[in-house]
């Protein structure tokens, strides 16, 4: 009845804008992610009769209002799928986190990802972990690449039979660093998603993202480091520029975030040094490098005035024997 696990966050390379679905958050295409460690979230859920109602606990604060709703559909997603009699009981889920959250750095990926895979196990559901990825998704759709985990691809689709993720084999994670120049800046990642068919930009994207995905599948396969960043970097760009053109006109970006911008480009232009910025619906920016240029880069990102930390590709979501309660 209690299960613990852990996952890790995502950051985007061909990232998905506006959903078709709201509820079951199936998005209007696929997108393409790489999990992010050593950070991580884990979360422990228990079923039992000793609970009055479902509670639901992140970094020591409980949650109410839309957080609390979107916990809640993936814990009934994961009842809906269980025959076993301890689901009628309350549950209750407790999770922390090992990074900053709300600053664009994918905190709702590996939260769902990790709360997933543990209502699977305390429900004594056998399921795959594309099944899993299903769960996930109702909460938050990039969570669903967290559960694979390190390079992944969310399909898309009406059903959770088409609607799930899956890994993509390359090996670019052995030598990719990832240095995470950290912009504290607050955002909601599920506005922009809610208005992001109202800007003029997004029927183009969706036209555009198709040949993206198709693009950086092959630079994973082939293992083209300069291909696969370069595409990532547009495809911010993309996303920003739907994000600023729908009807609240969201701008994450702060001047920060702009500063690490030109200092990749003249590391990259000026010194030939394999870099390349990468951002989600946030501030924050990951720089992606190779291992050999990994220190280097992270002194220049940091002059920028920010805080920084390198990070490496991390694995899918897993049981964990340790509980948070």
């Known amino acids: 009845m209690k299960a613990t696990a852990m996952a890790h966050p995502i ?5 998905y804008h506006g959903m078709r679905d709201h509820v079951e958050r199936l998005p209007y295409h696929d997108s393409i992610s790489v999990s992010t460690a050593p950070s991580h979230t884990r979360t422990t859920v228990e079923f039992s009769m000793d609970y009055d109602e479902d509670t639901f606990v992140v970094d020591g604060e409980e949650l109410e209002g839309r957080a609390h709703e979107r916990v809640e559909a993936v814990v009934e997603k994961a009842r809906s799928l269980s025959d076993a009699a301890h689901t009628v009981y309350p549950v209750r889920l407790e999770s922390e986190n090992s990074f900053p959250t709300n600053v664009g750095l994918g905190s709702s990926s590996s939260g769902f990802a990790a709360a997933a895979m543990a209502l699977a196990e305390a429900a004594e559901l056998d399921a795959s972990m594309q099944e899993i990825s299903a769960i996930a998704r109702v909460g938050s759709a990039s969570s669903a690449r967290a559960v694979t985990g390190a390079f992944s691809q969310l399909h898309t689709g009406m059903n959770d039979e088409d609607c799930v993720s899956r890994r993509l084999q390359t090996d670019l994670h052995e030598n990719l660093k990832i240095i995470v120049g950290l912009v504290p800046y607050h955002k909601e990642t599920e ?12 029927q183009a994207r969706n036209a555009h993202i198709h040949g993206q995905i198709a693009e950086m599948r092959d630079a994973l396969r082939e293992d083209d480091f300069h291909r696969t960043f370069e595409l990532a970097e547009q495809d911010s760009l993309s996303l920003a520029a739907t ?3 729908g009807p609240e006109g969201w701008i994450y970006w702060q001047p ?16 030939d040094i394999p870099v390349y910025f990468s951002t989600d619906t ?3 920016v990951y720089v992606n490098t190779t291992d ?3 220190e280097y880069v992270e002194e220049q990102i940091a002059d920028c005035g920010v805080s920084t930390s390198i990070w490496e590709v991390g694995g899918p979501a897993k049981l964990l024997d340790d509980h948070l309660f």
């Open 11 to 15: 950051q985007g390379l061909v990232k």
């Open 191 to 202: 506005d922009a998603h809610n208005e992001a068919e109202d800007s003029h930009m997004f």
């Open 292 to 294: 050999e240029h990994a």
């Open 282 to 284: 946030g501030a924050t």
């Open 243 to 245: 994000t600023m053109t």
């Open 256 to 271: 920060a975030t702009l500063a690490i911008f030109n200092r990749v480009r003249e590391l990259r232009e000026e010194e």
